[in-house]
């Protein structure tokens, strides 16, 4: 077991260099409150600030049960929220997602169930999205008078594209696991949620013989380059193909290619 702190509203376990994350207000279908994203924050900020991959070499996160990945933010908590209560809270969320694009090892959300609202958000921040057949994607904020708050309006977009993420933010509909599928939301359908996480690990499999170190600067141009022109993108990407011809795994793997052998990479 990796120890990083007390939580009550999440749970985290180590096994084999793969974490597993689950978000556990089973009751309340892992709705999202301020201590659910607090405890989120501590361990994820542990995972860039001090793991930094050495330990943990890609996560998955669930949602406790079997009938939710999580069923958005706290509507009870925020029913009384003031707009200076509730720029905090967003700001809290948004903060979330941007640790999940900035962890240095890859993500898998594995959908099961609803991924409501901010569920939803929380998905779209990981690397890419496993679900069960029975999944329920949506961004229902507009049936509760709200807008979504933990990057629905961008995120979406940039996934699905902005007139179809229009067309789901403004009607508030349930997206069930086929549609997400063939929109590109999720990436891949499984039928139970035990058969989702055996296929999380089986993608992590393959990434683990490759260079840790190359992933995650993949992964850092990639979230960058989302904010940027094709032409600024390049520039990002050329500064760091560059930079990692200084590191240890592009010796090691392009001598190994050489010597015809599997490389041994360190992640350095
Ligand atoms: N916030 C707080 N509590 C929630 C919740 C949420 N988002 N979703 C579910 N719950 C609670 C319910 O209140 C209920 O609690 P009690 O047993 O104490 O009454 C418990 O979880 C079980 O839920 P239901 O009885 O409603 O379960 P169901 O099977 O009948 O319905 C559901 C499931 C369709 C997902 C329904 O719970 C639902 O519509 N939930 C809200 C979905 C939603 O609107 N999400 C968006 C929230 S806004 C947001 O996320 C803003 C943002 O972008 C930051």
Redesign the pocket.
């Known amino acids: 077991m990796y120890i990083t702190g007390n939580y009550e509203t999440i749970a985290f376990e180590l096994k084999e260099n793969i974490g597993y994350l689950t978000i556990n207000r089973e009751?309340?279908?892992n709705?999202l409150n301020s201590q659910v994203l607090s405890e989120l924050k501590t361990l994820l900020t542990h995972f860039i600030e001090e793991d930094k991959g050495q330990t943990i070499k890609g996560v998955i996160i669930t949602g406790a049960g079997e009938k939710?990945f999580i069923?958005?933010?706290?509507?009870?908590q925020m029913q009384n929220m003031s707009v200076e209560e509730a720029r905090d809270f967003?700001a809290l969320?948004q903060e979330v997602s941007l640790l999940f694009e900035k962890l240095p090892m890859p993500i898998i959300a594995c959908v099961n169930g609803?991924a409501?609202?901010?569920g939803c958000?929380m998905a779209m921040s990981c690397d890419f999205i496993y679900a069960t057949e029975s999944a329920v994607f949506g961004q229902?904020?507009v049936?509760?008078g709200?807008i979504?708050?933990?990057g629905?309006t961008q995120r979406l977009s940039k996934i699905v594209g902005r007139n179809r993420a229009k067309e789901i933010i403004y009607t508030g509909r349930n997206v069930k696991a086929e549609e997400a599928l063939s929109i590109g939301l999720a990436i891949k359908l499984f039928p139970t949620k035990e058969e989702m996480i055996a296929g999380a690990l089986k993608t992590f499999s393959y990434m683990l013989s490759n260079s840790p170190n190359a992933i995650k600067i993949s992964k850092k141009v990639m979230n960058e380059g989302n904010d940027l022109t094709v032409t600024q993108g390049l520039t990002c990407e050329l500064e760091q193909f560059a930079a990692v011809f200084s590191s240890e795994d592009m010796q090691e793997g392009t001598k190994a290619f050489i010597e015809k052998r599997a490389p041994n990479f360190t992640g350095n």
């Open positions: 009751k309340k279908l709705a939710a069923a958005g933010a706290d509507i009870a967003g969320g609803f409501l609202g901010g958000e229902p904020e049936k509760l709200l979504p708050g933990f629905g």
